[in-house]
């Protein structure tokens, strides 16, 4: 069994963005920035622990981190892991902090 305050630090933040809004309602899909070194297994548990909701399938990708000037110097953004998390039929949540999904 997985420790319920590492499931906590697993999902950091839900990602809302224009795209991200319409496929809530479309195909009923959640999108987290979660930690670089969870594995999908991992991420299941936590949603289905934390939220009480079935999860149907789970995509992982690993989004670049962009390439910023500051004056004479060039940096990078780090990378992270983002998680398209997609809910059984009957499933939904609520709300995820302050911003209402459904």
Same mark, same amino acid.
């Given at each position: 069994?997985?420790?319920?305050? !590492?499931?906590?630090?697993?999902?950091?933040?839900?990602h809302i963005s224009?795209?991200?809004?319409t496929?809530?309602?479309?195909?009923?899909?959640?999108?987290f920035?979660?930690?670089k070194n969870?594995? &999908?297994?991992?991420?299941?548990?936590?949603?289905? &622990?934390?939220?009480?909701? &079935?999860?149907?399938? /789970?995509?992982? *990708?690993?989004v670049?981190?962009?390439?910023?000037?500051h004056?004479? !110097?060039?940096? !990078?953004?780090?990378?992270?892991?983002?998680? !398209? /998390?997609l809910?059984?039929?009957?499933?939904?949540?609520?709300?995820?902090?302050?911003?209402? *999904?459904?």
């Open positions: 069994m997985i420790c319920e305050e !590492y499931l906590l630090k697993l999902l950091r933040t839900p224009e795209k991200v809004s496929s809530i309602k479309k195909y009923n899909t959640i999108v920035n979660v930690t969870s594995n &999908k297994i991992e991420i299941k548990s936590a949603i289905q &622990k934390i939220f009480k909701v &079935k999860v149907h399938k /789970i995509h992982t *990708l690993i670049k981190g962009k390439r910023k000037r004056k004479q !110097y060039m940096g !990078y953004r780090s990378n992270w892991k983002k998680a !398209y /998390i809910l059984k039929q009957d499933q939904k949540i609520e709300s995820i902090g302050k911003s209402e *999904l459904f």
